[in-house]
């Protein structure tokens, strides 16, 4: 049985890759994609949005609409996400965000929504990321204490948000691991003249350029000798097919918060 799933804002560039996602997965079937009430796509077929010839469904402007959908795929922006996590919760509807950038308190909210309902946040949902994430969990236990730890990463010049979500959650990762606060010796950038770096500090760089889908790097740096766990992207598919995954995940949860790491069985494994 297939796990029906709706699209919300479909009609961006990572929306248009969740169509094409959910249409050609074995395991899912794509149910309706929502966009703005001012988009200029109201109405359009789905796959005319994704490239991938017409498919029957066309968009609509109202989460009600999308009622029959078992899980909702969410990589919009911060306000529109928050406000389709009160529906979703109202509902009792399973959702999968990709949206970054959320504060705290904003994180909090999400995870206080998992009480009624099933809810996976994700800053990345690449299967390879996630992967990073463990990499780094063992990294840092293994050598965090004593190297130079710096992040790098860099995404196409249309995003907003910096450092990226993924950058955030690899910092967050080795501070957890390593027992420090990553509010408090997260360093994001340096100019001129510095003093010399603090050793329990964890550094971030950040590029915007061009079309770059993804690039992250975490450096583990000894005098010496030095450890770089990358990943790259080159096509937002390898996030929409991770969204996939999740969805069908999800639909069989019960209610909680969860994140990728769940989805994968890597949470407390080595």
């Not at 990321?129 to 204490?145: R, S």
């Not at 501070?175 to 420090?180: K, P």
């Not at 990943?231 to 069989?252: E, I």
Request: aromatic residues 8%; glycine residues 10%; proline residues 1%.
């Amino acid at each position: 049985m297939k796990v029906k799933v709706a699209i919300l804002g479909c009609s961006g560039r990572m929306g248009r890759n969740l169509i094409q996602a959910a249409h050609e997965h074995e395991s899912v079937e794509l149910v309706g994609g929502s966009v703005r009430t001012s988009s200029s796509f109201v109405g359009f077929d789905l796959g005319e949005l994704a490239g991938i010839g017409t498919i029957g469904i066309q968009t609509v402007t109202e989460n009600e609409q999308l009622s029959h959908a078992d899980v909702f795929i969410d990589f919009t922006s911060i306000d529109t996400t928050l406000e389709n996590i009160r529906w979703c919760e109202k509902h009792n509807k399973a959702l999968v965000i990709g949206t970054t950038g959320f504060n705290e308190e904003q994180v909090k909210v999400i995870e206080k929504a998992g009480e009624n309902m099933p809810v996976l946040l994700a800053p990345n949902t690449s299967v390879g990321v996630n992967l990073l994430f463990k990499l780094l969990e063992i990294t840092a236990k293994a050598i965090g204490d004593y190297t130079d730890i710096e992040i790098f990463e860099a995404h196409h010049r249309f995003k907003k948000d910096a450092p990226s979500g993924t950058a955030v959650k690899m910092g967050q990762v080795i501070a957890d691991t390593l027992g420090r606060d990553l509010n408090k010796c997260a360093v994001y950038g340096r100019e001129g003249i510095t003093d010399e770096r603090a050793k329990d500090t964890i550094g971030f760089a950040t590029v915007r350029a061009g079309d770059i889908v993804g690039e992250h790097t975490a450096f583990f740096a000894d005098l010496g000798e030095r450890l770089e766990i990358t990943h790259k992207a080159s096509s937002r598919m390898t996030f929409a097919l991770g969204a996939m995954r999740a969805a069908f995940w999800l639909h069989n949860a019960p209610n909680g918060y969860y994140d990728m790491q769940d989805v994968l069985g890597l949470k407390g494994s080595l």
